[in-house]
């Protein structure tokens, strides 16, 4: 008799609450995104690949718009095009009702090509050119200052061309979030903000419309948001009663975070991440409790981006090598790299097999096909013993993985979106040499003559 194959046993992990009185494991593998097969995508669009879900797009837009509208009826959302700029992305926002929230010239043309007027465009960022800006001033945008000589800047601009640009300023301020970001805007606790607003007033050149904040990045705590739009709101009291100077906006930026898992966290994100209704909680409370708010009823802005994208993104990638490092640790070595994942520098992204598998999970790290010893996408992660060929899922990756991303040894790939009625289209194509070359000019003195 043959003697039957070992296999290692292994542990699977079981949580409790789902299914009613029963217990339920966690998917092993996942062959699909949104109904569509996993072997179909990468037969058609090549490994690897970015899939974005529309109808996962849309579904969180409309969640966060109606919870936020609950706890205050005059909030607008504009889209953070550094978050995800892909033209289909941004269109599928805008077509929901977002607005723009750009951070340079270049994000701001993107927004224009996509026929968002000016009046819906929301201009941030702290290095923004005399061109850009007198752009922007034509076109009606909001512009939010981020500094002093863009202060001034602006006033030249509003004497040469004899008009009055819209604009906020952004705030810095001591929201609880360590350490806090000082880097942008005016302050709130030295009176920088105030002196400015004092200026704003003063000049008579500026129309000020609106206090815009923007706290941090993946603010797990909601309460922060609580502190800034107090500060904010008092700020803005504070300005009407002294300086007769009444905005019509709060803007609290951006920064909520997804599900995905910070390294230095110990419980996974979709348990450890706050969820929109907690940040809308906070803020409306401090809405709730202020006068200014009470008498004037201002739009509250936000520039979410991470929070309404980053589930909605995948990357599928493939198996090339597996083997076993010098201490026993299992590596799987697969064809997308940290410049397509990014955001693996600070996310332990879930990895989920696209084909059933057998045998144990074993301790395991992923690296990518580049050829750098920092090329690693895991460093640690229980999970199974994959051949080449096989296919592995990573997500959430939707948030600034492609525009974070680098050309650098390899092309970087197709990007496709599954529409809402389940048809997969192509919103970027994968690069190729034409492509890589096209912007290269070669001096002549150096070009080798072609042998036959």
């Known amino acids: 008799m043959a003697k039957k194959k070992y296999e290692a046993p292994f542990i699977e992990r079981r949580i409790a609450g789902l299914g009613g009185k029963f217990t339920a494991s966690v998917p092993r593998y996942q062959d699909n995104i949104d109904g569509i097969p996993v072997k179909e995508l990468i037969k058609e669009y090549g490994s690897p690949l970015f899939v974005f879900s529309e109808h996962q797009i849309r579904t969180k837009f409309r969640e966060a718009v109606r919870i936020f509208s609950l706890h205050y009826p005059k909030v607008t959302f504009a889209w953070s095009y550094k978050t995800n700029y892909l033209l289909a992305i941004c269109a599928i926002f805008h077509s929901e009702g977002a607005w723009a929230e750009v951070v340079s010239g270049m994000e701001y043309e993107r927004a224009r090509s996509l026929g968002v007027p000016g009046k819906r465009i929301i201009f941030n960022g702290p290095a923004k050119s005399k061109s850009e800006l007198t752009i922007a001033v034509r076109e009606d945008a909001t512009i ?80 922060a948001y609580y502190q800034a739009a107090s500060k904010l709101l008092r700020l803005a009291e504070t300005i009407e009663e002294e300086l007769g100077v009444k905005v019509s906006f709060i803007d609290l930026g951006g920064g909520f975070a997804s599900s995905n898992t910070l390294y230095e966290e110990y419980l996974p994100g979709n348990i450890s991440s706050p ?43 493939s198996v090339q090598a597996n083997k076993v490092l010098p201490d026993g640790t299992r590596a799987l070595i697969v064809d997308a790299g940290v410049n397509l994942l990014y955001t693996a520098n600070w996310y332990k992204h879930n990895f989920i097999p696209a084909q059933p598998f057998f045998g144990a999970l074993e301790n395991t790290v992923i690296y990518g096909p580049l050829c750098m010893n920092i090329d690693i996408l895991r460093p640690f992660i229980r999970f199974p013993n994959l051949n080449r060929g096989d296919m592995i899922i990573i997500n959430p990756v939707g948030a600034y993985n492609v525009t974070q991303w680098m050309q650098f040894i390899t092309y970087r790939p197709n990007v496709v979106l599954i529409t809402s009625d389940k048809k997969v289209v192509l919103i970027r194509k994968k690069e190729d040499f034409e492509y890589l070359v096209a912007p290269e000019i070669l001096p002549r003195h150096l070009r080798l003559e072609k042998k036959s």
Do not use: C
């Not at 105030?194 to 309460?223: D, M, N, S, W």
């Not at 802005?301 to 990638?317: F, K, P, S």
């Open 275 to 317: 969820d929109i209704s907690q940040y809308a909680k906070a803020i409306s409370e401090a809405f709730n409790e202020s006068r200014f708010v009470f008498k004037n009823q201002p739009n509250l802005i936000l520039e979410t981006g991470r929070a309404l994208i980053d589930e909605a993104g995948y990357l599928i990638t």
């Open 144 to 223: 939010n200052i981020d500094n002093t000589d863009e202060l001034f800047l602006l006033e030249e601009i509003a004497t040469e061309i004899k008009t009055k640009p819209k604009v906020g300023i952004r705030i810095n301020m001591d929201s609880g979030i360590y350490p806090p970001w000082l880097r942008f805007g005016f302050n709130y606790e030295n009176g920088e903000a105030y002196r400015t607003i004092q200026r704003i007033a003063t000049t008579k050149k500026l129309q000020l419309i609106g206090l815009h904040t923007h706290i941090g990045t993946f603010v797990l705590e909601p309460r």
